[in-house]
């Protein structure tokens, strides 16, 4: 099934449910098939993991070549607007709505509370690289991240509260979406395969229902 996603303004049906999902401490331990923390030292050199292209017949691609478009990098820049929270990528020149505070249908732009969960409709993997989220101004974030596998549901997604001001590196094929800060805006370093091939995930098409994180512990 191929996906032609509005990315900035997606169709959600009024009265969706939500599914509300934990939000755990992201460590060593537990981002083990994730991903890894990042620390401010090493984050400008991590080693992005490049996919080889695939071979499309029975003939393996030469073991030199398919792994050499690289990766991009610029800032990415996530914050709320309103109930609305959206996202621009430099690195690859695309903005986003990620998600609300409150169902779609009574969110506004002028919106003043608090946002106290994001409520969010998509998710993707990248197939042909990995990707580095590093907060440039050292602001805790959670990450919502599934375990590879294109038979994905909304249940089996974790949100990984990262803390302390780590980033986290996130392998091919895992699932993940929007980094959320925990304040109005927050500026962070990006870099991902330069291909930027995604697959994605449309909870509300998929299962009816759009993916819930508290924002408050």
Known sequence: MIMLLDYQHPKIPAGIKHVEIP??????????????????????????EI??????????VDEDTGDEAGTVSGDFDFYWEGDYFKGKNHA??????????KAPEKASASGTAEPERVMLWHANYHPDGGQLFFP????TFISPLA??????TPGDFKAFRVENGL?????????????IPLEKKARFYD????????????????????LSIPLKR
């Open 92 to 101: 690859v020149n695309s903005e986003y709505l990620f998600g609300w505070s």
């Open 191 to 210: 870099e991902q395969g330069a291909v930027h091939a995604r697959v994605s995930v449309h909870f509300p098409n998929e299962f009816g229902v759009l």
């Open 51 to 60: 996919v080889r292209w695939p071979a499309s017949g029975t003939r393996e």
């Open 136 to 139: 440039l101004e050292g602001k």
């Open 167 to 179: 980033g986290l590196y996130i392998h091919p094929n895992v699932w993940h979406e929007a980094i």
């Open 147 to 152: 375990l590879p596998g294109d038979a994905v």
């Open 23 to 48: 939000v755990i401490q992201a460590t060593d331990q537990s981002l083990q098939g994730y991903g890894k923390l990042v620390s401010k030292e090493e984050y400008l050199n991590y080693p992005i």
